[in-house]
């Protein structure tokens, strides 16, 4: 399943707009909907990024791979899965909180978040500073 670099923009650019659409509609009290429903366009998005995600994963494990240099690979796949799911974690949260389904301090719900950007910063210094030792 590969998408060329124009298909992956072009679908990254409708499921933002389709999301922005519908959080200004929410926001001008437009649309009476539930916060779990405006947020629908990211949760599809997210759902076609972890499945091409865990295909790619999976196919480490077919026959006939050649697992040389795959380490690395494998460890950045791994961190792109937890991003992901630090990443629903936070819009749970947030629509939870948005909704009133909850009654958690909004520390707590950002807190996914903030891991997530932690670990985006410590994944940029590694490939910015990471020198190899050949």
Same mark, same amino acid.
């Given at each position: &399943? /590969? *998408?060329?670099?124009?298909?992956?923009?072009?679908?990254?650019?409708?499921? @933002?707009?389709?999301?922005?659409?519908?959080?200004?509609?929410?926001?001008?009290?437009?649309?009476?909907?539930?916060?779990?429903?405006?947020?629908?366009?990211?949760?599809?998005?997210? @759902?076609?990024?972890?499945?091409?995600?865990?295909?790619? *994963?999976? #196919?480490?494990?077919?026959?006939?791979?050649?697992? /040389?240099?795959?380490?690395?690979?494998?460890?950045?796949?791994?961190?792109?899965?937890?991003? &992901?799911?630090?990443?629903? @974690?936070?819009?749970?949260?947030?629509?939870?909180?948005?909704?009133?389904? @909850?009654? *958690?301090?909004?520390?707590?719900?950002? %807190?996914?978040?903030?891991?997530?950007?932690? #670990? #985006? &910063?410590?994944?940029? #210094?590694?490939? %910015?500073?990471?020198?190899? /030792?050949?």
């Amino acid at each position: &399943m /590969r *998408m060329s670099l124009a298909q992956r923009v072009l679908l990254t650019w409708l499921f @933002t707009l389709l999301f922005l659409i519908m959080l200004v509609l929410k926001l001008d009290e437009k649309a009476p909907w539930n916060w779990f429903l405006i947020f629908i366009p990211v949760w599809i998005f997210d @759902t076609i990024l972890l499945v091409m995600l865990i295909v790619k *994963m999976a #196919g480490r494990c077919k026959s006939g791979f050649d697992p /040389r240099n795959g380490s690395q690979n494998i460890k950045k796949k791994a961190w792109y899965l937890i991003a &992901m799911l630090l990443k629903l @974690t936070f819009c749970l949260a947030l629509c939870a909180k948005l909704q009133r389904f @909850t009654t *958690m301090k909004l520390a707590y719900v950002f %807190i996914p978040l903030w891991a997530l950007l932690i #670990g #985006g &910063m410590v994944e940029l #210094g590694y490939n %910015i500073f990471y020198v190899r /030792r050949d």
